[in-house]
């Protein structure tokens, strides 16, 4: 019974540490958002907003450990491309990681692990908008294609690769 209570108070604690830590990263980005000139505050509250969705989807949502940390980093990678001018596509790059483990958390076959590769290459801000758009498709097809156990294991990664290929390709 003591290990459970241990475990219990180590989660709190390192929610606590990760929820601070999102809090400090959002007051850095608003800071960035508002110092542009001819910002607006619609702008920085939408900002605000997706950084703070992705991991409160991931603590709210059921599925691994992995897979969840994975989605809330591109929440947290949202926020961080506001304050760092070279972190603008590392929410990019995070979330095709997010799509590509989802949902176990694990990179499978040789197909995801190119991905992720991909994926890695567009945090890195080499790979230009159409190309982003790409990996995203790609991601959708990978999913419909690849067999992982339930209709939404494909199907969500597959509808979220595609709406965000398009929306790039639309963007361009």
């Not at 959002?26 to 619609?42: C, M, N, Q, Y």
């Not at 159409?130 to 959708?140: D, I, M, N």
Request: with cysteine.
């Amino acid at each position: 019974m003591a290990t459970l209570g241990r475990q219990i108070r180590g989660g709190y604690v390192l929610l606590v540490t990760v929820a601070a830590a999102i809090a400090a990263l959002a007051i850095l980005a608003a800071r960035a958002d508002t110092a542009v000139v001819g910002s607006r505050p619609a702008v920085t509250v939408l900002d605000l907003a997706v950084g703070f969705a992705y991991p409160i989807a991931a603590f709210a949502a059921t599925g691994g450990r992995i897979a969840r940390w994975c989605v809330g980093a591109v929440g947290a990678a949202w926020l961080a491309g506001s304050v760092l001018a070279s972190a603008l596509s590392l929410h990019q790059g995070m979330l095709a990681l997010a799509l590509l483990t989802f949902p176990t958390g694990k990179i499978t076959g040789v197909a995801r692990a190119l991905l992720a590769a991909a994926a890695v290459a567009v945090a890195c801000e080499v790979v230009p908008q159409p190309g982003v758009a790409a990996l995203f498709a790609a991601v959708a097809v990978v999913a419909v294609t690849a067999p992982r156990g339930t209709a939404a294991a494909a199907f969500y990664p597959a509808a979220a690769g595609t709406v965000v290929a398009a929306a790039l390709l639309f963007a361009w």
